[in-house]
């Protein structure tokens, strides 16, 4: 009789972004008025979002010199976390980290340099 052999489930890292956050504290968030839950289909928490100007809205907090989006808790490059991860804009979901896809992303390098976190890219 054949043996059937047992096949070990190969463990997958976690992501770095889990406990990174850098790039949620170094740049402008914007968003579109149709992501925001106040309308059909939003599902941003709108309290968590300012307009900027008549066409311009972003995350809260991100409009300042030293960004931080409101919805970031934790430390930077520590516990990091989005609290509302399942209902984070596009431009963060289209936000990818350096060399994730086999390119480097210069602003993920650049956010993370901000905060003395090695780029990806160097590695
Ligand atoms: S800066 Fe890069 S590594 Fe850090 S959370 Fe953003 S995408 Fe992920
Ligand atoms: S919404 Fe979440 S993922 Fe997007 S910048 Fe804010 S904390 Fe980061």
Redesign the pocket.
Known sequence: MNEIPIQVPIPIPPSPCLKC?A??AAFK?CIQESEIDNIDGGYIPEGMTIKVSALSMV?KG?DRKSPR?V??SGGIGVNAK????EK??NV?RNFIMSCENGMPNDMCDRARARYGLIAFSAW
């Open positions: 956050g790039c949620c968030v995350m991100t989006c919805a970031l989005c609290s509302i991860y984070r804009p963060c």
